[in-house]
């Protein structure tokens, strides 16, 4: 009988899959602020994503319980500081339903004119900074461009560029200044006649087409099941939006104007989509305010209040459509001069939560595409 000889082959790492922990973050990975992402890959590509968050946590719901009801505006209004002013409108909507207070009309066109504006500031924020994030540099120069129209317009009403402080408890600070709703309108039509160049030098961008068609699909079911609001949902076809479906304000009356966009394919194309669009349906309300502001005799802006305001003991819930997503506020009183507790319930907080559905089985190159495509603020995450 022949002898055999057996011989062993080792067979290296190289040979089998090997999954490979990334972290991405904390430090600033082109968003808007300090995000962690730890990503499982498998060569290139991702098995697992899990968002870690927290880095910029403030407290402020903690904060909420240690600051009377004129205090608390200014902590609300900083969690996304790109929607100042729709951060302060929900607080100061949920203590006056809690006192069953009646705002001026003048107060509720004024809100609702300034709340779109400040819509408008955010959506050219990111319809500048998502090209910037795919390699385009040139949009962002136009967004901020026009973001300085309205800006010099929301500065010189309310004394704040981004952290605007103008809402009360009643109404607003003041009333509007001389001669302002003129320029407040020249300057809407001014952003307004030169959208068209973020239209068509990002839309009509092969190479943006090309990065973000078909990439990060979102299902409806997986919106459903995450919470996710604003123009993220209606990129993937869920038809909600506060301002028709529960109007406050001033929205009820403007129906006609109001439009919610959605787009059915659910990608990242779809959300960027949705944003511009909505960015021109924004000045189109914001041009009705005018009107409607036009129309109003001179009156109040605010209600007088006591110099000591306690809410009744009791809770109530006020929600709004922020340009992010839903954000709401649960107050419940003891019938103090402080909020015995104030939850505040974020648009970001939610939409993040998907990259844990969106990320895996995508490319490593895709994941800044997705990411960005979310539109978040990391404040409103951590809060």
Known sequence: MTPTTETMVGIGGAAESTDMVLNIGPQHPSTHGVLRLRLVLDGERITRAEPVIGYMHRGAEKLFEARDYRQIIMLANRHDWLSAFSNELGVVLAVERMLGMEVPTRAVWTRTLLAELNRVLNHLMFLGSYPLELGGITPIFYAFTEREKLQHVMEEVSGGRMHYMFNRVGGLKEDLPAGWTTRARAAVAEVRSRMDRLDDLVLGNEIFRGRTRGVGVLAPETV???????????????????????????????????????????????????????????????????????????????????????????????WTENPLGINGYYLVSKGEKTPYRLKLRSASYNNIQALTELLPGTLVADMVAILGSLFFVVGDIDK
């Open 224 to 318: 459903h099941a995450y919470g996710v609001s604003g123009p993220i949902a209606r990129g993937s076809g869920v038809d909600f939006d506060l301002r028709r479906d529960e109007p406050y304000l001033g929205y009820g009356d403007l129906g006609d104007v109001l439009k919610v966009v959605t787009r059915k394919e659910g990608d990242c194309l779809a959300r960027f989509e949705c944003l511009l669009e909505q960015t021109h349906n924004s000045l189109d309300l914001a041009d009705a305010c005018l009107d409607r502001l036009t129309e109003l005799p001179p009156g109040p802006i605010n209600q007088r209040l006591p110099k000591v305001l306690k809410a009744p003991e009791g809770h109530t819930y006020a």
